[in-house]
Nanobody
Framework: QVQLVESGGGLVQAGGSLKLSCTAS????????MDWYRQAPGTQRELVAL???????NYADSVKGRFTISRDNAKNTVYLQMNSLKPDDTGTYYC????????????????WGQGTQVTVSS
């Protein structure tokens, strides 16, 4: 069984910073892409940023230049450094990872964290 546990959310004023962390644990053979998504009330979940095992990154246009995704492969952990936060960044942030749990198979499965709340006040 695999678990993803997020931390680092909270309440911050506009212009402030937060750093989210997400650590995967359990019967893991390897982790492929790791992502951060967010969901505001009444909206669909949207991709914020992704990072490959080799360090390639991609960002939603709305966060480019303000957010930085990184990962520590040895610790099975992905981070999201969020700077210059805006009220529109408010939402629940979810970690996602594509993980292989069976060494005899190439199949990757999606695993999700429980979500961490980020609230940016104006």
């Amino acid at each position: 069984q695999v678990q993803l546990v997020e931390s680092g959310g909270g309440l911050v004023q506009a212009g402030g910073s937060l750093k989210l962390s997400c650590t995967a644990s359990g019967s893991i053979v390897n982790i492929d892409v790791m992502d951060w998504y967010r969901q505001a009330p009444g909206t669909q979940r949207e991709l914020v940023a992704l990072i490959t095992p080799g360090g390639y990154t991609n960002y939603a246009d709305s966060v480019k230049g303000r957010f930085t995704i990184s990962r520590d492969n040895a610790k099975n952990t992905v981070y999201l450094q969020m700077n210059s936060l805006k009220p529109d960044d408010t939402g629940t942030y979810y970690c996602n990872a594509k993980i292989r749990i069976d060494g005899r198979s190439r199949t990757l499965a999606d695993y999700w964290g429980q979500g961490t709340q980020v609230t940016v006040s104006s």
